[in-house]
């Protein structure tokens, strides 16, 4: 499975932008898919996840600002991303999760896309 991320860029406080994860392989609606998050200097943090039935979950600090969704047939994932603010520039990373049992899963991850929100 390859995952490529796309749609970072610069944007301006307050702004938007949508960043895609296509998928290839043919595991994409089996998998549970999510967008994480690294700034600077910081570790790595879940953002927004969207499981293989369409349930959704944030991060507390995007809840209402973030929107997480996927589009099956074309093996996409999307976060869409409002009202920007300086503390959410970082490099995002879509992850996907194949669960093969019960106490065993694959996690592939994409090369990242930047996001940098400054005026």
């Known amino acids: 499975v390859q995952l490529q991320a796309s749609g970072g860029g610069l944007v301006q406080p307050g702004g938007s932008l949508r960043l895609s994860c296509a998928a290839s392989?043919?595991?994409?609606?089996?998998?549970?898919m999510g967008w994480y998050r690294q700034a600077p200097g910081k570790q790595r943090e879940l953002v927004a996840a969207i499981t293989s039935g369409g349930s959704t979950n944030y991060a507390d600090s995007v809840k209402g600002q973030f929107t997480i969704s996927r589009d099956n047939p074309k093996n996409t994932v999307y976060l869409q991303m409002n009202n920007l603010e300086l503390e959410d520039t970082a490099v995002y990373y879509c992850?996907?999760?194949?669960?093969?049992?019960?106490?065993?899963?694959?996690?592939?991850w994409g090369q990242g896309t930047l996001v940098t929100v400054s005026s």
């Open positions: 392989g043919n595991i994409f609606s089996t998998s549970n």
């Open positions: 992850n996907a999760e194949r669960i093969v049992a019960w106490d065993r899963s694959y996690y592939y």
